[in-house]
Each structure stands twice: as C-alpha cells, then as structure tokens.
C-alpha cells in the first residue's frame, strides 16, 4: 500500500467539541483501518477560557505544536507543555487541559473511528 500524504494539516479548520461553553476544538485527520491495533490522529485546540477534564478509554501521545497547554493528571502532577513538548496518556489517564491563551497539540491515540 502506498504511503498518504496530508499537506499542511495546521491550517485546516478545527470544528469545536460538544464541550458546550469550554473553547475546545477536535478533528480527527488519519484514522488507520486496522480493525485489530487501530491508530486515529489529528490536531487538538484549546482557548482560553473554562479548562477541559477527559478520561481517556484508550492510549494517546500529544505533540505540543503551537502555543501552550497545560495539563494535570489526577495524582495533582501539573505540566506546561510548550511547543516540542511530548505527553502520553495512558488509558484510565483523567487529565484536566488549560492555556493562558492558546494550545493546539497533534494527538496519536490507539483508537477506532467513533472510538472516544
């Protein structure tokens, strides 16, 4: 099978959550077709505003691209992530994401379609 190309995912448009008020925006831009070890990623946004909490039912890697995200897990351990900055969720993983102003992460999480 040949390889995919996706030309510069940053700029397409990121369509908001059902969070209602929290500014929190998701796509999903590969999702794999392995049915047996799926693999689903895409581009995560957060503004500034009320934070956002998500268990994660499956492991995910995000990829801090542009801005600032910061992040703490249940056991109180808080992170700022900046751009270059790597974070694993592990599934069970309840983490609470805010920015002081703008955060979007690329996300790899073992995951189907319709999965989250």
Do not use: C, W
């Not at 694993?88 to 999480?109: E, I, L, M, N, R």
């Amino acid at each position: 099978m040949p390889m995919k190309y996706f030309e510069q995912i940053q700029q397409q448009e990121i369509p908001h959550m059902d969070t209602g008020d929290i500014p929190a925006f998701l796509v999903d831009t590969v999702i794999s077709e392995d049915k047996e070890k799926p693999i689903t990623s895409g581009l995560f946004r957060l503004e500034k505003g009320e934070s956002l909490t998500y268990t994660y039912t499956y492991h995910e890697m995000k990829f801090i691209v542009d801005g600032t995200l910061i992040i703490e897990d249940e056991t109180g351990q808080k992170k700022t992530g900046n751009v270059g900055d790597l974070f694993y969720f592990t599934k069970g993983t309840t983490v609470t994401f805010s920015t002081p102003d703008f955060g979007v992460g690329f996300f790899a999480g073992q995951l189907g379609e319709g999965e989250a």
